[in-house]
């Protein structure tokens, strides 16, 4: 089969000529595999064998009206919220790679909502705008640094793939792969160390830190682990596995598929949960963040899960089958959670559709407040480079 061969000569200035090479290798697929042609491997139309999904029996679990109302709103949030990002970035508002978190927002809302608000902590991917949502920063501050804007929570400095709150415990969005995970693993030591070396009680903080499959085969996942059960640091290792790594297939890239297996080499609790069902990931959730607490150590949840759209907003997204798409397009957590809430009374549709109004109008509002900010002052182009002085 015919093949496109780019040649490109670089001189030392040529780095936008670098990112056009890059961006039309990336077109062309080289990310399915290193030794299979992108084409052919379209062409076959394959699909990669779906694992068995961890039962879950939501009959053991109970939830307030208040609490369920709560996880809709937030996962719905985060959903309008990435729609709305996919219409501003193809109408020329937002620039750079966007990822966005279509389909995943039951890990998010699963894990975080089941923490404490503003002091447990939070460490993110380059897949973040979501999980800065769950923790508590504001829409308007999101959609307004992914609009490079002095009202942005990272001052319109960070983009979409560096969100970062130090009012709400946000430590950051990460562009790099696997680049949070030291980070995190750092928080859930200052946490221990405050509490059991300098004898502050209030010092029982949990960190939670999420990352991709595609980061499960780098070192420094295995570096952390192994501390954090060295130390039993209070930390949660959120796998959030929706079976691709840009284009590359998570069974094609790794001899262990099943990631929460690998937390068993270091004596950590390893934990497989549906990352499609919000119940599921909250029970997870809540008895790790538990055993943290209580100074019993870390546990890896690897959740099951899938991106609705592609790896970024730059994706043609070409090489997931059909077949694969429509089977995770039918476990739609929203959905499913919104069929669960009017199956046991917890909600009518009506209040759904009032919940999907309201936060539609938030995010309306969010955009306004973007479009509306301040460009950042050129004059400050090197503030907070350094820390500064209270």
């Known amino acids: 089969m015919a093949r496109i061969i780019y040649v490109i ?12 090479f890059s961006y039309l290798l990336f077109i062309e697929g080289f990310f399915a595999h290193p030794l299979t042609d992108a084409h052919d491997y379209r062409t076959k139309k394959q699909m990669i064998q779906e694992r068995t999904l961890p039962a879950f029996d939501a009959t ?44 995943q927002e039951a ?17 993110s991917t380059y897949r973040d705008h979501v999980h800065a949502l769950s923790a508590g920063v504001p829409a308007r501050e999101v959609m307004a640094e992914l609009f490079g804007k002095a009202t ?7 983009g979409s793939m560096h969100m970062f709150s130090a009012e709400h415990n946000l430590l950051g969005g990460y562009a790099f792969v696997a ?52 130390w039993k640091l209070p930390i949660i290792y959120v796998v959030e596995n929706n079976k691709w790594a840009i284009g590359m297939a998570h069974e094609r890239a790794t001899s262990e598929p099943e990631i929460y297996k690998k937390a068993h080499a270091f004596g950590m609790a390893g934990v497989e949960v549906d990352g499609m069902d919000v119940m599921a990931v909250r029970t997870a959730a809540q008895e790790a963040i538990a055993r943290a607490r209580a100074g019993e150590g870390p546990t890896l949840i690897e ?22 798409k429509d089977f995770w397009f039918s476990r739609d957590p929203i959905q499913r ?17 009032a919940i999907d109004d309201q936060i539609q109008e938030l995010i309306n509002d969010a955009v306004e407040f ?18 500064e002085d209270e």
């Not at 000569?9 to 056009?20: N, R, Y």
């Not at 949070?180 to 059991?196: D, L, N």
């Not at 959740?303 to 059909?322: I, M, V």
């Not at 809430?341 to 009518?348: F, G, M, Q, R």
């Open 9 to 20: 000569v670089l001189d030392a200035p040529s780095q936008k000529l670098l990112s056009l």
């Open 303 to 324: 959740a099951l899960t899938y991106r609705f759209r592609g790896h970024s907003l730059a994706d043609p997204d070409e090489l997931r089958n059909k077949e694969e």
């Open 337 to 353: 959670f919104a069929a669960y809430l009017t199956e046991h009374n917890l909600a009518d549709k009506e209040k759904l559709k």
């Open 370 to 387: 973007a479009e509306k900010s301040p460009e950042p002052d050129p004059n400050e182009l090197r503030r907070f480079v350094f820390a």
């Open 179 to 230: 680049e949070g995970i030291p980070v995190a693993t750092g928080a859930a030591f200052q946490s221990k160390y405050r509490r059991e070396a300098m004898g502050d009680e209030n010092a029982d903080q949990v960190t939670a830190c999420f990352f991709g499959d595609g980061a499960c085969n780098n070192g420094q996942f295995f570096e952390c682990l192994n501390m954090a059960t060295l």
């Open 152 to 158: 942005g929570c990272s001052k319109g400095r960070g």
């Open 60 to 103: 053991n679990t109970k939830i307030s009206q208040e609490e369920g109302l709560v996880l809709y709103e937030d996962m719905v949030l985060g959903r309008a919220f990435e729609d709305m990002c996919a219409q501003m970035y193809y109408r020329g508002k937002m620039f750079g790679f966007v990822h966005l978190y279509n389909g």
């Open 107 to 123: 890990v998010s809302t699963g894990v975080i909502k089941s923490m404490r608000q503003d002091e447990d902590f939070v460490c």
